[in-house]
């Protein structure tokens, strides 16, 4: 079963918005990543972090490895009509085990 | 430098039957990642190849089988297909050293495989 909780399922936003989405689980996790998803395609990594309490950005991507080391966020700024797709975190837990999201799927209205 | 790039694109099987899906790494990566993906969900991983040896499984049964070839590239392979088996197959493959590790640094555009 998924390992991990993401949310929100889904977001609807207007353009110029930000964005935040979250990942939690009930496990210790020593890599997190994050990817987006076009329809059609395979996930592409936008970011990948590796030790509690990091913060790393790209571009209008910032994202954060938790301090409990149980949970990541992903935030989104200024958003723009080609921010529409299916985030997914993702990552290596304690066990070694590696586990994807749900995912978010994210709608911006211009 | 070319992408991760997989075969077929498309595949439709009869449930019983046997399949297999390949894929070529992205130049310079040395590993190779297979995922499952089924409609609405996320990736869930089914095993890591890493100089022609398994190098890490999910929970899939043993019918889902892989084979890594010297110049890296990679089949999977599933026997017995159930209808359960359709999804999205996806391969990501992974520089040696890369700090992400060998789960999923660059992903090909998957193979959907339906089984009727």
């Known amino acids: 079963g998924q390992q991990l909780n993401q949310s929100p399922q889904s977001m609807f936003i207007q353009e110029g918005e930000d964005v935040s989405m979250n990942c939690t689980s009930s496990c210790i996790f020593n890599t997190w990543l994050w990817y987006k998803q076009d329809p059609g395609e395979g996930p592409v990594l936008l970011i990948a972090l590796y030790k509690a309490g990091e913060l790393t950005s790209n571009g209008r991507l910032t994202a954060q490895f938790g301090i409990t080391r149980k949970d990541s966020f992903l935030n989104i700024s200024a958003s723009i009509p080609s921010d529409v797709g299916i985030y997914f975190c993702?990552?290596?837990?304690?066990?070694?085990?590696?586990?994807f999201g749900s995912g978010t799927k994210l709608n911006v209205k211009p | 430098e070319t992408g991760v790039t997989q075969s077929p694109t498309h595949l439709i099987k009869t449930r019983g039957q046997q399949v297999t899906l390949r894929c070529s790494s992205q130049s310079g990566h040395n590993t190779v990642s297979w995922y499952q993906q089924a409609l609405g969900q996320g990736p869930q991983f089914i095993f890591q190849y890493y100089r022609e040896e398994e190098n890490g499984r999910g929970n899939f049964p043993p019918r889902f089988s892989g084979l890594q070839f010297p110049n890296y590239s990679s089949e999977l392979n599933v026997n017995a297909l159930e209808l359960d088996d359709s999804a999205l197959y996806l391969c990501?493959?992974?520089?040696?050293?890369?700090?992400?590790?060998?789960?999923?640094?660059?992903f090909g555009s998957g193979t959907r495989l339906t089984v009727v």
């Open positions: 990501a493959s992974s520089p040696n050293r890369n700090r992400v590790g060998n789960y999923g640094y660059t």
């Open positions: 993702a990552g290596l837990n304690n066990f070694n085990k590696f586990y």
